[in-house]
């Protein structure tokens, strides 16, 4: 398949206008290779890993949710000169879905709902409030990862869910007024969690994002390439 044909796919599943505005410039095409799109893989993150194993099976083009280039390039050294470096020798194309995929229907908070089982879903600013039949340490399961709860919480009615680093104080009183009795995200600050009118669950940015990434593989038949951080717990009895 031609590139521009796998862009216009992309573009509908998660149409540009729907991206915040700090993300402008950050999503699409931020890496234009070969025309041809004839393997296309997935991740969450264009990490060293990600992006070895992309060019040693010779992908066309790496979709990803966060774009490896972030900040305005006036040196290219480092991590950076490394990455485009074996990218733009291979031809390899690398396109962004990230805030877009966030508020598109079917996108992040959207999957993340279907596999926690959440039903009277209400949408919010970002992310949604639903009904959860599930534990903590159910939802804990499914989403591989242990969960740091800031409250006093032993069961959830109705959840707010917003992927990746989303505890924002405005969405969590939105939710709140929504009717949510926990909001679930990642990247907690203090002062957020002192202020919060409702219990917080603290999962992982990867935990939260990287499955829309695996099912949008899953949907057109890519492959995805899993590659979460390093976690260790520790206590006093370690």
Same mark, same amino acid.
């Not at 919480?153 to 939710?175: C, H, K, N, Y």
């Not at 603290?202 to 994002?209: G, K």
């Given at each position: +398949?031609?590139?521009?044909?796998?862009?216009?796919?992309?573009?509908?599943?998660?149409?540009?206008?729907?991206?915040?505005?700090?993300?402008?410039?950050?999503?699409?095409?931020?890496?234009?290779?070969?025309?041809?799109?004839?393997?296309?893989?997935?991740?969450?993150?264009?990490?060293? !890993?990600?992006?070895?194993?992309?060019?040693?099976?010779?992908?066309?083009?790496?979709?990803?949710?966060?774009?490896?280039?972030?900040?305005?390039?006036?040196?290219?050294?480092? #991590? &950076?000169?490394?990455?485009?470096?074996?990218?733009?020798?291979?031809?390899?194309?690398? $396109?962004?879905?990230?805030?877009?995929?966030?508020?598109?229907?079917?996108?992040?908070?959207?999957? &993340?709902?279907? +596999?926690?089982?959440?039903? #009277?879903?209400?949408?919010?600013?970002?992310?949604?409030?639903? #009904?959860?039949?599930?534990?903590?340490?159910?939802?804990?399961?499914?989403?591989?990862?242990?969960?740091?709860?800031?409250?006093?919480?032993?069961?959830?009615?109705?959840?707010?869910?917003?992927?990746?680093?989303?505890?924002?104080?405005?969405?969590?009183?939105?939710? $709140?007024?929504?009717?949510?009795?926990?909001?679930?995200?990642?990247?907690?600050?203090?002062?957020?969690? !002192?202020?919060?009118?409702?219990?917080?669950?603290?999962?992982?940015? $990867?935990?939260?994002?990287?499955?829309? +990434?695996?099912? &949008?593989?899953?949907?057109?038949?890519?492959? $995805?390439?899993?590659?979460?951080?390093?976690?260790?717990?520790?206590?006093?009895?370690?």
């Amino acid at each position: +398949m031609e590139r521009e044909a796998v862009i216009r796919h992309l573009e509908a599943l998660a149409p540009p206008e729907l991206a915040e505005e700090f993300d402008a410039g950050r999503i699409g095409l931020v890496v234009e290779g070969r025309e041809e799109t004839g393997s296309i893989y997935c991740a969450l993150d264009a990490s060293p !890993r990600v992006v070895e194993k992309a060019l040693l099976d010779g992908t066309d083009m790496l979709v990803v949710h966060h774009t490896p280039i972030w900040a305005p390039v006036t040196k290219i050294d480092g #991590d &950076l000169a490394a990455f485009l470096r074996g990218v733009l020798r291979s031809g390899m194309n690398v $396109y962004v879905l990230h805030t877009n995929f966030d508020h598109a229907p079917g996108g992040v908070n959207d999957v &993340l709902a279907e +596999m926690l089982r959440l039903s #009277d879903i209400i949408p919010l600013s970002l992310g949604l409030v639903g #009904d959860c039949p599930l534990s903590i340490s159910e939802i804990s399961g499914l989403l591989g990862v242990p969960l740091r709860v800031w409250g006093e919480l032993e069961t959830v009615s109705r959840l707010a869910v917003v992927g990746g680093s989303g505890f924002d104080p405005l969405l969590i009183r939105e939710a $709140y007024e929504q009717g949510a009795d926990a909001f679930l995200s990642a990247e907690l600050k203090h002062s957020v969690a !002192r202020a919060a009118p409702i219990p917080l669950i603290e999962a992982t940015h $990867y935990s939260l994002e990287a499955p829309a +990434m695996r099912e &949008l593989a899953r949907r057109f038949g890519w492959n $995805y390439i899993d590659d979460p951080p390093a976690l260790s717990l520790w206590t006093s009895g370690n």
